[in-house]
Structures are given as structure tokens and as C-alpha cells.
């Protein structure tokens, strides 16, 4: 899952960085994400992993970090193994 | 006429009502016509030490809510936009560094300094080559054997002249990207002002708000220590939304009154006949009584969430803060147009008792401070993904 998320940062989070390098626990937006970036990069993963983030997601900690967002989309992919793959 | 707009201390509402009614409104038009500072509304409200209202009392200050900010800055906004907009705007600043650098020695010493001294703090936040996205900076911080030093471009800075000290936002360190800002607190001896172009404006020109290169250096702990991504989601755009809101309520109400007198004159012209633009009257009341819901309705949604700093972060906040700002800004100018119509040619007149001409100049600045199609377009961006109204 970890790799698929790094995927979708490469394609939309515009990181002033390899996302290679960042770790699970590393702060995205000293990484360069921007509230703007956000919005695609949630589109991205909605897109991905086929789920929806729900209005509690929606808040900055959600994507502040690789390890929030697998936990976020582990959550929403609960008893859907193929999506989590 | 007094706005009560759910104030908890009405000694300070009281005293804006004064400082507005007596020093700020004699003055309000030559304020005006020579783009002058309120140098004597801004004495008054030190004097009366609503400069420091918003510092907690364990540091000396007056510990008042932001629905008292909100009051205060609709009660001095009726009286003379300038005034208000720079004590609106210094409140900002204080309630960034109450909120999120209190806890540091430095911080925790400038408070007290600040409510002993009343000092007045002017904000650095817009830059030029960013396109006006306040939260990207090209500036940085330069760190340098325990202190830094910061040169910005800014394109305004108002009452930067004139004020004690100034809050700049700038990248964390030369390799940050544009959006890892900070926000430095720059004193009086520590910076220096050049200014780069005028201020000859059509509204609010008493702010005295030019261009200025500016130049600083002072120590590390002078930077705030929360990312200012958080003092910006959490504290600067949700209070510089309700006090500038405030604020044009206070214009919005001043041109109503104006209207009511004219009508009530024109009434009392001819008693039996009802003026011909009492309706409109009847109208622009109803849209006054509207904004000012909504200017409430926001402080409430703000303190009942103010100390959960996740909540604050939310996607549907930022949209109903952004909101706010979109929705008052315009009708500020819809209600002074319509008071226009009503007062007709003593609305037009300069000279005249009923005039509206400051007011409505004033009030098409509200569009234009963060521009509404920017917030338009942030609201867009994050519809896309939230669902919640």
C-alpha cells in the first residue's frame, strides 16, 4: 500500500523532494505540499485505492505524513482486501 | 447608534463607542482626504489600553473573547474604516502569538511587554513575486550564531511607519520550499522600513499601507515556533475573517443610519406621506440584520472550536471562514449602494450631513484584501473532495 501511496505523492504532491527518500513518519508539507497540492493528491488517492475520504478525514493531519495517510486508507479499505492491495 | 453584538465586556465597548464617536469621527474625513494616519484615534485607544485587550490577563492585558474583538471592531468601523482596519489588524498579530507562542519565554516576556506598553504591530505577510498567495514566500530566514536576518519585498505594509513592530512571514531556511514559512516577530529597532511606492488610494486610505523593502535582524527565539501553515489555518485567516467582517458591518451600519436619518428627515418633511424610498430602506435594514447574523453566527462557530486545533484544520471550516469573508465583503457594498439610492443627491454630495461617498470608497476595498476570486478559487479546489455545507 505504502508503495501505491508514494506513487500517487510522485504523480500529485509536488514535493520539492525524491519521494523515494521521505520517510513514513517525514512532514509532507516541509516537504513542499501545499493546501492546493492536497486537493489533487487526495483525488489521487480516492482514485487509486477506490474509496472516499470522508468530512473527518479532511483535516491536515490526515496528510501530514505517509504513515497518516496508510492508516487513513487502511481504515476505509477495511474488508476490502482487493483495494488494498 | 451602539452595535451589541454579543460583547462580555462592555467596559471595552464602551470605550470604543467613546474613542469612535468623540476622536475618531471629527477627524474621520481629513483622515481620509489626506491619507493620513489616525494618529489620534490610535493615541486614544493606547491611552484606554484597548491595544492590549486581546492579551490574556495573566499577562497583563484585558483577556477579552473574539466575540468582544468582533464588537469593538463593528463599533469603531461605523466611525472611521482606517481606525478600524488597523486595530483590526494589529489584534490579528496579538492573537497569532496568544495563541501560538505563549509558551516560549521570549513570546510569554512580549506579551506582558506588549500589554504594558501598548505597543502596536503591523503584519508583513504579502510579498511580491508570490502572485499574492500569502501562503508561499520567496523570502527566508538566515540563520546566524543564534540569530537571523530577513529581507522582504513587501508590496504593503500598512501603518508600517507607525508601528512598534512588525510580524513577517518568510520560508523556514534558504532550502525550505515556498510554502515552509515561519512567522518572525521584527521590533521597532530591528528593522528597517524603505519605501518602494505610494499609497493614494480610493478606500482606506488612512491606513497608510505603501511598498517597503524590508530589512531585519534580531534572534532566533524571535520566530514563532508553530509552523505558520497552523497559526494560518487556526488563527490568522479565521480572525482577520471576523474582524475585517466586523469591521464592514460597522461601515454597512454607518450608511443604514445615514439612510434612516434621511428618511426619518424627509418623514418629518411632509408628515402622512410615506418617502418614496422607504421600502428600500425597509430593505437594506433586512440585508443589515442578515450580515450581522452572520457575522455572529461565525465568531460562535470560531470560539466553539478555537482550542481544537484538528477541528480548526478542517476543509468545511476554512470553506464557511472563507465564506464569511466572500459574503460580507460584497454586501458591505450592496448595503452602501443602497443607501446611495436612498439619500439620493445628500448621499452624493461631499458636503452633506447624509454623504456616503468615503464609505462606499471605502467598502470596495473588502473584495480586494486577499481577492475574492483567489478565495473563490480556494473554496473551488477544495469542493472537489469536501462534501459538507
Known sequence: MVEKIRDTLRQYARLNRDVSGISEDADLYACGLTSHATVNLMLGLEDAFQVEFPERMLRRRTFETIGNI???IAELTAGLPAAAS | MPITVMSRSFGALER???IGLEVAAPVADAVDRDARFPIEALSALRAERMLGIFIPTEFGGGGCSIADLSAICATLGQYCSATAMIYAMHQIQVACIVRHAHESD???GYLAELADTQSLIASATSEIGVGGDVRSSVCTIEHDDGSFSLTKQAPVISYGEYADAILA?????PDAPPSDQVLALLKREEFTLTRTSGWDTLGFRGTCSPGFTLTATASDDH?????????????MLPVSHIVWSSLWLGIATAAVGRARAYIRAEARKSPGKTPVASVRLAEVVSRLQGMRALVNDSVRDYESIMHDSDALSAMNFAIRMNNLKLI????VVDIVSQAMLICGMSGYRADSKFSLGRLLRDAYGAALMINNDRIYGANAAMLLVSKDD
Open chain 1, 70 to 72: 496508510r492508516e487513513s
Open chain 2, 16 to 18: 470604543a463607542q467613546h
Open chain 2, 106 to 108: 521570549f513570546f510569554a
Open chain 2, 169 to 173: 512571514t518568510a520560508r523556514r531556511m
Open chain 2, 223 to 235: 520566530i514563532l515556533p508553530a509552523p505558520y501553515a497552523n497559526i494560518s489555518s487556526e488563527t
Open chain 2, 328 to 331: 460580507c465583503s460584497t454586501t
